[in-house]
Protein backbone atom coordinates (compact mmCIF):
# COMPACT_ATOMS: atom_id res chain seq x y z
CA UNK A 1 0.00 0.00 0.00
CA UNK A 2 0.91 3.59 -0.76
CA UNK A 3 -0.45 6.79 -0.20
CA UNK A 4 0.08 10.69 -0.98
CA UNK A 5 0.33 11.44 2.66
CA UNK A 6 0.36 9.24 6.25
CA UNK A 7 1.91 6.32 4.11
CA UNK A 8 3.04 4.36 7.30
CA UNK A 9 -0.57 3.84 7.97
CA UNK A 10 -1.90 2.96 4.65
CA UNK A 11 -1.66 -0.77 5.63
CA UNK A 12 -4.60 0.17 8.15
CA UNK A 13 -6.83 0.07 4.58
CA UNK A 14 -6.28 -3.88 4.32
CA UNK A 15 -5.88 -4.76 7.62
CA UNK A 16 -9.26 -6.57 8.54
CA UNK A 17 -10.02 -4.26 11.10
CA UNK A 18 -12.75 -1.88 11.04
CA UNK A 19 -11.78 0.16 13.59
CA UNK A 20 -8.21 0.96 12.14
CA UNK A 21 -8.13 3.41 9.27
CA UNK A 22 -5.96 5.24 6.81
CA UNK A 23 -7.23 8.73 6.31
CA UNK A 24 -6.20 11.91 5.01
CA UNK A 25 -3.68 14.67 7.04
CA UNK A 26 -6.70 17.05 7.22
CA UNK A 27 -9.74 17.92 5.45
CA UNK A 28 -10.74 16.61 1.65
CA UNK A 29 -9.04 17.85 -1.04
CA UNK A 30 -8.29 16.79 -4.52
CA UNK A 31 -5.20 15.31 -5.76
CA UNK A 32 -5.00 12.91 -2.42
CA UNK A 33 -4.92 9.33 -3.47
CA UNK A 34 -4.53 6.15 -1.93
CA UNK A 35 -2.91 2.66 -3.76
CA UNK A 36 -2.33 -1.23 -3.56
CA UNK A 37 -0.73 -3.42 -5.07
CA UNK A 38 -2.60 -6.84 -5.19
CA UNK A 39 0.33 -9.02 -5.88
CA UNK A 40 -0.81 -10.41 -9.61
CA UNK A 41 -2.38 -9.14 -12.45
CA UNK A 42 -6.14 -10.02 -11.36
CA UNK A 43 -9.82 -9.84 -13.26
CA UNK A 44 -11.71 -7.15 -10.96
CA UNK A 45 -14.95 -5.19 -11.45
CA UNK A 46 -15.30 -3.11 -8.56
CA UNK A 47 -14.23 -1.48 -4.95
CA UNK A 48 -15.77 -0.54 -1.71
CA UNK A 49 -14.53 1.63 1.02
CA UNK A 50 -15.89 1.24 4.69
CA UNK A 51 -15.63 4.59 6.61
CA UNK A 52 -16.01 2.54 9.75
CA UNK A 53 -16.71 4.72 12.42
CA UNK A 54 -16.19 7.68 10.69
CA UNK A 55 -19.02 7.46 8.12
CA UNK A 56 -18.68 11.36 6.98
CA UNK A 57 -15.04 10.63 5.74
CA UNK A 58 -16.75 9.06 2.54
CA UNK A 59 -15.05 10.32 -0.55
CA UNK A 60 -17.01 13.60 -1.99
CA UNK A 61 -15.25 12.61 -5.27
CA UNK A 62 -13.75 9.24 -6.81
CA UNK A 63 -11.34 8.45 -9.43
CA UNK A 64 -10.21 4.80 -9.98
CA UNK A 65 -7.90 4.00 -11.91
CA UNK A 66 -6.01 0.45 -12.66
CA UNK A 67 -3.09 -0.66 -14.13
CA UNK A 68 -1.10 -3.76 -14.88
CA UNK A 69 2.83 -2.24 -14.44
CA UNK A 70 2.06 0.94 -11.89
CA UNK A 71 3.18 2.79 -14.95
CA UNK A 72 0.16 2.83 -17.62
CA UNK A 73 -3.09 3.81 -15.71
CA UNK A 74 -6.67 3.45 -16.97
CA UNK A 75 -9.18 5.36 -15.94
CA UNK A 76 -12.17 2.94 -14.59
CA UNK A 77 -14.31 5.61 -12.82
CA UNK A 78 -14.60 9.14 -11.96
CA UNK A 79 -17.88 10.91 -10.17
CA UNK A 80 -17.30 14.23 -8.62
CA UNK A 81 -19.71 13.73 -5.84
CA UNK A 82 -19.92 10.38 -4.02
CA UNK A 83 -23.60 9.91 -2.25
CA UNK A 84 -23.54 7.76 0.73
CA UNK A 85 -25.89 4.35 -0.01
CA UNK A 86 -29.20 4.23 1.77
CA UNK A 87 -27.89 1.30 3.32
CA UNK A 88 -26.06 3.86 5.93
CA UNK A 89 -29.32 3.67 7.94
CA UNK A 90 -29.28 0.00 8.74
CA UNK A 91 -25.49 0.01 8.72
CA UNK A 92 -23.46 2.54 11.07
CA UNK A 93 -20.62 1.69 8.80
CA UNK A 94 -20.91 3.65 5.17
CA UNK A 95 -19.20 1.94 2.20
CA UNK A 96 -18.61 3.55 -1.37
CA UNK A 97 -19.20 1.18 -4.00
CA UNK A 98 -17.81 0.82 -7.26
CA UNK A 99 -18.74 -1.15 -9.94
CA UNK A 100 -16.80 -1.50 -13.31
CA UNK A 101 -16.25 -3.27 -16.30
CA UNK A 102 -14.50 -6.25 -15.64
CA UNK A 103 -10.57 -5.61 -16.03
CA UNK A 104 -7.28 -6.86 -15.61
CA UNK A 105 -4.92 -4.78 -13.17
CA UNK A 106 -2.34 -5.65 -10.42
CA UNK A 107 -2.41 -2.38 -9.00
CA UNK A 108 -5.30 -0.45 -8.61
CA UNK A 109 -5.65 4.05 -7.38
CA UNK A 110 -8.01 5.60 -5.75
CA UNK A 111 -8.07 9.51 -6.10
CA UNK A 112 -9.87 12.28 -4.09
CA UNK A 113 -11.29 14.60 -6.36
CA UNK A 114 -13.78 16.32 -4.17
CA UNK A 115 -12.66 18.59 -1.45
CA UNK A 116 -15.05 19.50 2.23
CA UNK A 117 -13.85 21.87 4.27
CA UNK A 118 -15.06 19.98 7.62
CA UNK A 119 -14.37 15.79 6.84
CA UNK A 120 -11.41 13.75 6.17
CA UNK A 121 -11.11 11.26 3.71
CA UNK A 122 -11.32 7.93 5.63
CA UNK A 123 -10.55 4.10 4.47
CA UNK A 124 -11.32 1.53 7.49
CA UNK A 125 -11.58 -1.20 5.21
CA UNK A 126 -11.02 -1.34 1.14
CA UNK A 127 -13.08 -4.44 -0.37
CA UNK A 128 -11.58 -5.16 -4.33
CA UNK A 129 -14.43 -7.40 -5.60
CA UNK A 130 -13.41 -9.55 -8.53
CA UNK A 131 -16.55 -10.95 -11.18
CA UNK A 132 -16.70 -14.50 -9.37
CA UNK A 133 -16.44 -13.01 -6.15
CA UNK A 134 -19.91 -13.61 -3.85
CA UNK A 135 -19.66 -10.25 -2.35
CA UNK A 136 -20.74 -7.63 -4.50
CA UNK A 137 -19.30 -4.10 -4.45
Do not use: N
Not at 35 to 61: E, M
Not at 85 to 105: K, M, N, W
Amino acid sequence: MSASARYKQASAALDGDSTTRWHTPGDQRPGQWLAVDLGQAQRIHGVSLDTGPWPKDYPRGLRVEVSRDSRAWTLVHERTTELPPITHLLDPHRAVRVVFEPIDARYLRLTCIGAHDRYYWTVAELGVHSPRSKQQP
